[in-house]
């Protein structure tokens, strides 16, 4: 009797899956996500796949193949291999229950051997003759959705970016410029984003159009508004909400000490002319001050180069301008001339307790807080709010907010007061979430479109751009 092309090849196939091992693991497929361009993949799944033990325990997650044990921590870039502390390119995380760890760090742990399919995404990872598949998506809207949910009377504009997404936040601000405005689509295609909501409060309604809320851009401090709600997105997708509240201490020749010690009230401001202040101006704000009053202290490469009286002076690229008007000129004796200069920020709450926002690189204030770990924690006047828009009034609204699992929402809705988009919120799952500007100024834009189109050029910006 003879075996019909197709029995012959798939008795081939039968006896290669018997005698070749590493085709036998071939077939185990994990879906990993990225983190700062980095592969992470399931920790339990593919460690298990390729023969290693994983236990937690309440320090961390031990995992043990043969006599080799490694530890280490969700959320700490520090590890332990054989007793060695080692640092990760990026800290293990939780999505959705489940606990991923970089790719290299599987690697280099274990020996185990990784090659990389660009063109499908996929890693195959071999060790002892055993092999698993993880594949991970690389397209900048990778697993991002955008859908409109009905909550009561309400409708609510969504993307949502699910951790792992391909994509990192950035603020941009007006013609990288603070004091101006823009299109919010502008905005957006000039980052090439692939997703865009509206930023913190400013000024709409006459004078400079300058910022309100707290703004940090890569790491650094560029706006102080000590009202109301900060977000705050790590450098590994993480959020943070909190009623931040910053501090600038200043110092000279090495010492922030009295009487070497000097502070400002924020960053790139403009002070009323007639009143009193002290503000830091960084190249954020332009090429210059953009006025000619106060003193002004330059500081350049990190020492003062000059102190001058009602210019309008250049901001250096390698330094600031400290400048101090009213009853804060007494300051001026603290620069003196070639002598190194520096400030450091603090951050607080509202109730004066210390925050490690130090792993904070993208951070937009408004506010007030919608929800704080899935409750209505509504409190607009207690953040410092006294406008009757925000305390009791309704209007077109913004929010961003953290789904359990990470995933990070940008609504908008038509109109609706403070404590119905809490609810709104509320509703499409969130478990921490946070007013953005609104009004006008609401708009909301996704893969070169708006969904929802702001009625007014505005200062700011939060994107979400390709990670590349």
Excluded at 99 to 107: A, E, G, I, K, N
Excluded at 142 to 147: E, L
Excluded at 368 to 383: F, H, I, K, Y
Excluded at 405 to 414: A, E, K, M, Y
């Amino acid at each position: 009797m003879r075996r019909s092309p197709v029995m012959a090849t798939l008795f081939v196939v039968l006896v290669a899956l018997l005698i070749l091992p590493g085709l036998t693991g071939a077939g185990t497929l994990y879906r990993g996500i990225k983190v700062q361009d980095r592969v992470l993949v399931p920790l339990r799944g593919v460690l298990e796949a390729l023969g290693a033990a994983v236990g937690w325990d309440g320090s961390g997650i031990t995992v043990q193949k043969g006599d080799r044990v490694i530890s280490l921590k969700a959320g700490s870039s520090r590890a332990r291999i054989a007793g060695k502390e080692i640092l990760l390119d990026v800290p293990p995380r939780v999505v959705g229950g489940i606990t991923y760890v970089p790719l290299r760090f599987v690697s280099e742990a274990f020996g185990a051997k990784v090659d990389w399919d660009e063109k499908t995404g996929t890693a195959t990872v071999s060790l002892d003759g055993k092999v698993v598949l993880v594949k991970v998506s690389s397209s900048g809207s990778a697993g991002i959705k955008q859908y409109s949910r009905q909550v009561g009377n309400i409708r609510a504009t969504v993307v949502e970016i699910p951790p792992g997404a391909p994509v990192r936040a950035v603020v941009a601000i007006a013609h990288d410029r603070i004091g101006t405005t823009e299109d919010l689509a502008s905005m957006a295609k000039r980052y090439g984003a692939v997703a865009a909501i509206n930023g913190t409060f400013f000024e709409a309604y006459g004078g400079i159009p300058e910022p309100w809320g707290t703004i940090i851009r890569d790491g650094k401090v560029v706006h102080v508004g000590n009202v109301g709600s900060v977000v705050g997105i790590t450098s590994d997708g993480r959020v943070k909400m909190d009623t931040v509240r910053i501090k600038v201490e200043g110092g000279t020749g090495g010492s922030y000490e009295w009487p070497d010690n000097w502070y400002a009230y924020g960053f790139n401001r403009t002070p009323s002319p007639g009143g009193s202040a002290a503000y830091i101006y960084t190249r954020e704000r332009g090429s210059s001050l953009g006025f000619a009053y106060g003193i002004s202290v330059v500081v350049s490469g990190g020492k003062v180069v000059r102190v001058v009286e009602n210019q309008d002076v250049t901001i250096p690229d390698d330094g600031f301008v400290v400048n101090l008007t009213g009853s804060e000129q007494y300051l001026r004796d603290r620069f003196e001339p070639r002598k190194s200069v520096s400030y450091r920020v603090v951050f607080e709450d509202k109730d004066g307790n210390r925050l490690d926002w130090s792993d904070v690189v993208t951070a937009v204030g408004a506010g007030p807080r919608l929800l704080t770990g899935g409750r209505v924690t509504v409190d607009p006047a207690g953040e410092g709010f006294t406008s009757a828009k925000i305390l009791t009034g309704g209007g077109a609204r913004s929010a961003i907010g953290v789904k359990p699992d990470g995933s990070i929402l940008l609504v908008t809705v038509p109109g609706a007061t403070i404590r119905q988009l809490a609810s709104v919120m509320k509703e499409l799952g969130a478990v921490d979430a946070m007013n953005l500007d609104g009004g006008a100024s609401s708009g909301l834009y996704y893969k070169g479109r708006y969904l929802t189109a702001p009625g007014r050029r505005i200062s700011n910006a939060l994107l979400f751009v390709p990670a590349s």
